[in-house]
């Protein structure tokens, strides 16, 4: 295929590659995967949320039909030494910048000791068929001491309450602060100050592939391939070599397809190192795939935190100093560290200015299961805390929330503006580009203006109709280091091959990475070959978390891309006999500036570059058409936004109908613009679903009472509004290609624009709605009690 | 594990056959007998759409019926949309409207798409919307799935015209 000599492709909104594959079922996801001779892995789960385990007794179940291999914690335990509690790793800029503790406590591959949380497994049944092994599954007989469960993080913080971890002697896993300014004193000297206490609840991922893991041993090679439904691949098989006690170089892991990730699949689970041992130990491929009852239970949740916040203001409204304690609720194990309550700590001065600021974070172990990232990854409990706060101090002062906001903002002219706290890179963070106060009045242009909503929400109100505003405006780092890798090639064929260790799971990277190498080769799209998710197409890699492969691989393809193409010209400039300088790359081709038709393909330059006979490198250059990059980010880059939706809250009911929703978003430079749509029409949804549906509940004695979807609801198309979108465009100054990262960013705001905005539609009632999610009974309790006078 | 049965039905156009336990799934039965697996199953309980197919001509979850139930059927999939080896104006408008991410619900989402456009051949947005209420789709928010069902009903419909 040929293309315009100018044709740019970054920036169009290119039909996706992916499709063609998923629309007629010819996907393949890992449980597609039908390996010969395959075996079928089932877990035994606890029922219970904290007790000691006596036994597990087996010999049922491995008698059972078609049982190949039955095994609990304590044989697993005796195979495989538990790997001893380590240091979390954690850049060292950031740790000699922040006041840290933390435990690090290391779930087993199978709980041998006590089982922390409904749902961890306990023994895992290999079989003919999955029917098989869950029958046999049935049959182990489970013996446990119950232990005291503790279900709420505040009392498992008090003193006398039951320990998870008792090696600890505390639930508290981790601690840090950070600050700047001094709040104390701002506090103290502030005219007006106001505390409150902000839940953000429990809820999850919930991607509609649970998770899945197959593996093959290859006794000859002695090597081991691992299938699994993750984000990260080349992280899988570091932990598979240690566990496996084989060479990475003998270990292949692959993500095929992926059925969504939003970041639960974003870290390695105990059942993605255990199928492979299985696998090994029992000479025949094994494959498991979670079922959603199974994924409620043990796959990882999210948010979950208490925020109690104190903030001083003016007259003016203006802030003064911001203090916010929270304590993160982590379940029964802690996977991430310290990713979460920091992404919090750091997203909560969002896009305003302020000189005072403190924030102290506690990570406390509950018996519940573990919290892994969400879309947001802490930063929708920021926010939450943050934009309620300030429509708190707009109806403390009788103002206009859209005004105090706009007092507040960073104004353009300041950017760059430092905040004067680190990054989780350990860099001191600065909102590198943008224009706050523009995404503001762009939403508040395009619902009409706050005064004609006001004039609305007057005569509604006088109809006894309920119309609410809810502003958010949030910030997110994004495209975070380490590294992404690239290897760029120059196939025989002259098509580019990239190679990288990022991982989709649905944002369709095999074609804006196609997009971005075709401007930088001038080639089509449709010549480029992208290969990820593969550790065995890249040595080292990282993955798909964070909001950061548009920005680090674009980046790394950049890198790689740069030398290529001198050596390219510089075997292209032997075979036409001119100056390399002289050359350009067009059509596919190399070709003489200024000279149509005197050119030489890339295939041919592909070829020439091969090692041996009659080959047409310059005299020296190695042969070879291929560069490795592992881009480094100097650190993240900043994507903002600002939601507002208009609300008509039914108080007879608690229903309630979003009218109008408008996002005003800056990503720098669109790569794919429909995908960038895609992608925040995703992450606002599942923010809304958050806001109003998505829970996950738990009873006093630690029992899950949403296991399945008739229980936990996610957002249908009936349920959601019409979303509409306003692009900003400021390119990130921090990245060749001008990118910021789009994948998360949505998810931020919609919990706290609902809630700000069913808050603002009941102010006759003088009720305020400060946890997640906003629940119909609220609503009608609210007015219930309004008319009774309370 | 109980004696086999032999279960025959026609799939997208083909007599298929194959023996499988009672107790079998007919998503299971579609995707390991068959090995059409472009029938997913997201849920197994019924909830979430990914496994729907078309039986006897209506949209029906294949998660919570027995392969043996659909003996003698006709049973379409998403393998078996396409016409002539063209994709249908449902799959071709989610491609040009953005209308899939993952892909994983595609499969149910498509084929209750049909089924709803079979009953109401020129919808609205929110009769769109109401009707594909039964799949659930975690990635796109839905807002390019209802554009392209839109637009694929005014395709179907010139083609009719």
Redesign the interface.
Same mark, same amino acid.
């Given at each position: 295929m040929t293309q315009a000599k100018d044709e740019r492709f970054v920036g169009q909104a290119l039909?996706?590659r992916? +499709?063609?594959?998923?629309? *007629?079922?010819?996907?393949?996801?890992v449980? +597609?995967l039908?390996l010969p001779g395959m075996l079928h892995a089932a877990f035994v789960r606890s029922q219970v949320a904290h007790a000691r385990i006596r036994s597990v007794d087996l010999s049922r179940a491995a008698a059972a039909?078609?049982v190949v291999l039955a095994m609990n914690g304590a044989d697993v335990l005796q195979l495989l030494p538990p790997v001893p509690d380590t240091q979390l790793s954690l850049p060292r800029k950031w740790t000699a910048q922040v006041q840290h503790t933390f435990l690090n406590p290391q779930q087993p591959l199978l709980a041998h000791d006590k089982v922390r949380h409904v749902g961890e497994a306990v023994a895992v049944i290999v079989a003919e068929s999955r029917?098989?092994a869950e029958d046999a599954a049935e049959m182990v007989t489970v013996d446990l001491e119950p232990l005291p469960p503790v279900v709420d993080a505040e009392q498992a913080l008090a003193h006398g309450s039951p320990v998870l971890h008792e090696q600890y002697a505390t639930n508290l896993i981790g601690e840090f602060e950070v600050a700047k300014g001094d709040v104390d004193a701002a506090l103290a000297r502030a005219p007006h100050r106001l505390k409150r206490r902000f839940h953000h609840h429990r809820y999850a991922?919930?991607?509609?592939?649970?998770r899945g893991v197959a593996s093959v041993y290859d006794a000859r090679s002695d090597s081991i391939s691992i299938w699994s439904s993750c984000q990260v691949v080349h992280w899988l098989r570091r932990e598979a070599a240690t566990i496996l006690n084989l060479p990475e170089a003998r270990i292949r892991c692959v993500a095929l397809?992926?059925?969504?990730g939003?970041g639960v699949k974003g870290h390695v689970y105990p059942e993605e190192l255990l199928i492979p041992f299985l696998a090994r130990r029992v000479s025949r491929p094994v494959r498991w795939i979670e +079922?959603?009852?199974e994924h409620f239970m043990a796959a990882c949740h999210s948010r979950d935190q208490i925020h109690d916040v104190e903030v001083g203001f003016d007259d003016e409204a203006r802030l003064l100093a911001f203090r916010d304690s929270f304590i993160a609720d982590c379940g029964a194990w802690n996977p991430i560290g310290a990713g979460i309550a920091y992404n919090t700590a750091v997203h909560i001065p969002g896009p305003y200015k302020f000189d005072n600021f403190a924030v102290r974070a506690r990570i406390v172990t509950t018996n519940k299961v573990p919290n892994a990232p969400y879309r947001g990854a802490g930063r929708p409990e920021a926010s939450f805390a943050m934009e309620r706060t300030i429509d708190l101090i707009a109806m403390e002062l009788n103002r206009d929330p859209a005004k105090v906001r706009m007092t507040n903002l960073v104004p353009s002219a300041e950017m760059p503006y430092h905040l004067g706290i680190p990054y989780r890179d350990g860099e001191p963070i600065v909102y590198d580009s943008g224009d706050y106060p523009k995404a503001l009045q762009s939403v508040l242009d395009a619902i009409g203006g706050v005064e004609a909503f006001r004039v609305r929400q007057r005569e509604a109100r006088e109809q006894g109709r309920y119309l609410g505003l809810g502003i958010g405006c949030y910030v997110e780092g994004t495209g975070v280091g380490p590294f992404e890798s690239a290897t760029v090639r120059i196939d025989p064929t002259g098509k580019i091959y990239v190679a990288s260790g990022a991982c989709p799971?649905?944002?369709?990277m095999e074609t804006i990475f196609s997009q971005i190498v075709a401007d930088t080769w001038k080639v089509n799209p449709n010549d480029v070959i992208m290969a990820l998710a593969d550790t065995s197409a890249i040595s080292i890699g990282f993955g798909t978390i964070a909001s950061r492969s548009t920005v680090t691989l674009s980046a790394a393809i950049h890198h790689a891309s740069k030398p290529l193409r001198e050596k390219v010209f510089a075997i292209a400039a032997n075979i036409l006999e001119c100056a390399p300088e002289d050359l350009e790359l067009r059509n596919g081709s190399v070709g003489i500036v200024g000279v149509p038709g005197n050119e030489v393909t890339l295939a041919s330059v592909a070829k020439a570059s091969r090692p041996g006979w009659d080959n047409a490198r310059p005299p020296g250059m190695p042969a070879g058409l291929e560069e490795t990059y592992y881009y480094e980010p100097p650190t993240v880059t900043w994507s903002y936004g600002t939601h507002a939706a208009i609300v008509d809250v039914d108080v007879k009911i608690g229903r309630i109908n979003i009218q109008k929703y408008v996002i005003a978003h800056d990503c720098g430079v669109m790569v794919n613009p429909?995908?960038v749509?895609?992608q925040i029409?995703?992450? *606002?949804?599942?923010g809304l679903g958050g806001a109003l549906l998505e829970e996950i509940s738990y009873d006093s004695d630690g029992q899950l009472l949403t296991g399945?979807?008739?229980d936990y609801l996610?957002? *249908?198309?009936? +349920?959601?509004p019409?979303?509409e979108l306003i692009h900003l465009h400021h390119p990130s100054p921090l990245n060749p290609l001008g990118v910021k990262g789009v994948g998360e960013g949505s998810a931020i705001a919609p919990p706290v624009v609902i809630a700000n905005a069913v808050s603002d539609a009941l102010a006759p009632f003088k009720v305020e709605f400060n946890t997640t999610p906003v629940k119909p009974e609220q609503i009608v309790r609210a007015a219930w009690s309004a008319a009774r006078g309370e | 594990m109980s004696r086999l049965v032999d279960v025959r039905l026609t799939v997208n156009g083909k007599a298929c056959e194959g023996h499988c336990e009672p107790r079998t799934l007919l998503v299971d039965f579609l995707r390991e007998n068959l090995g059409l697996t472009g029938t997913h199953a997201g849920c197994e309980h019924g909830v979430c759409g990914a496994c729907t197919i078309l039986y006897n001509g209506e949209a029906a979850r294949s998660c919570i019926m027995l392969a043996v139930q659909a003996d003698g059927s006709e049973i379409v999939t998403v393998e078996g949309i396409a016409r002539d080896g063209k994709m249908h104006p449902l799959q071709q408008a989610f491609h040009e409207h953005h209308g899939l991410q993952c892909g994983f619900c595609t499969p149910g989402m498509l084929i209750a798409a049909m089924d709803f456009l079979q009953t109401n051949p020129s919808p609205s947005e929110e009769e769109v919307r109401e009707g594909l209420s039964a799949v659930l789709c975690r990635c796109t928010g839905y807002q390019n799935i209802v554009a392209a069902v839109m637009a694929a009903a005014a395709q179907m419909q010139s083609e009719r015209d």
């Open positions: 039909p996706r992916e +499709d063609a594959r998923l629309l *007629t079922g010819r996907g393949q996801f449980a +597609d039908n039909p078609g029917y098989l991922a919930i991607p509609m592939e649970c397809d992926v059925g969504g939003f +079922d959603r009852h799971q649905g944002q369709g429909m995908l749509e895609g029409h995703g992450g *606002t949804v599942q399945s979807f008739m996610l957002p *249908t198309a009936s +349920d959601v019409h979303l | -």
